[in-house]
């Protein structure tokens, strides 16, 4: 079974600064998919940003970036000048090739601070 | 609006009464989930549905049925719920075959008094 590990439960950062939010994951998978999904108080869940493995490149949306290590399992999201608004939840997810099942982390509740 | 609605938003109950959930997607998709999350924020797989068909069913007490009348559609029915059953529990839908993100509803905040 694939367990996702994010061990970072708060995190805080001033506006307009940058800031990292740690994930790995464990699984003898080679073929999978992860996810960054982004939980604000209205409670909505709303993806940040996807990367494949097979991918060597890092995914990039905007302001939002990842760092990927498939040899570390290792799958951290970079915000980079962090607004109000990024305040939220964040959950880390792996999905298997060919299995719907996404699994997600335990979250890191993100604070930016004015 | 292309979305995923549920219906309640929030939904306060009693020990031991029945509840259903109701879910349904716009967006196409041929694959729907619930999803519930704890007090902790935990977010834990129940059901996966794909064209009406049940492919994942994980630990969920058999008191929770899901029922999924098309592929647009899938709900949650509660039988005697309990105080452990209050959390928010999240429809989700997705493709099944392109290994697409789960897009969610806003979810349902369940109260069991």
């Known amino acids: 079974a694939q367990t996702v590990t994010q061990s970072q439960p708060e995190m805080s950062v001033q506006e307009a600064e940058t800031v990292t939010l740690s994930c790995t994951y464990d699984?003898?998978?080679?073929?999978?998919?992860l996810f960054w999904y982004k939980q604000p108080p209205s409670r909505q869940m709303i993806l940040v940003i996807r990367?494949?493995?097979?991918?060597?490149q890092n995914a990039t949306e905007n302001r939002f970036s990842v760092n990927f290590q498939k040899a570390a399992k290792s799958f951290s999201l970079k915000i980079s000048d962090s607004q109000l608004g990024d305040t939220a939840m964040y959950f880390c997810?792996?999905?298997?090739?060919?299995?719907?099942?996404?699994?997600f982390g335990a979250g890191t509740r993100l604070t930016v601070k004015p | 609006d292309t979305a995923v609605s549920q219906t309640p938003k929030y939904l306060v109950t009693q020990m031991g009464n029945d509840k259903s959930i109701k879910c349904e997607q716009n967006?196409?998709?041929?694959?729907m989930y619930w999803y519930k999350q704890d007090s902790k924020k935990f977010l834990k797989i129940m059901f996966s549905?794909?064209?009406?068909?049940?492919?994942i069913n994980e630990t969920v007490p058999n008191r929770f049925s899901p029922k999924s009348p098309d592929k647009a559609h899938l709900n949650l029915h509660i039988n005697s719920l309990e105080l452990g059953d209050s959390a928010v529990y999240f429809c989700?839908?997705?493709?099944?075959?392109?290994?697409?993100?789960?897009?969610f509803g806003n979810g349902t905040r369940l109260t069991v008094t």
């Open positions: 549905y794909n064209n009406k068909e049940l492919i």
């Open positions: 699984t003898s998978e080679n073929n999978y998919y």
């Open positions: 997810a792996f999905m298997k090739t060919g299995n719907n099942d996404m699994r």
């Open positions: 990367q494949e493995a097979y991918k060597q």
């Open positions: 967006l196409g998709h041929d694959t």
């Open positions: 989700a839908s997705s493709y099944r075959d392109v290994n697409s993100p789960l897009h």
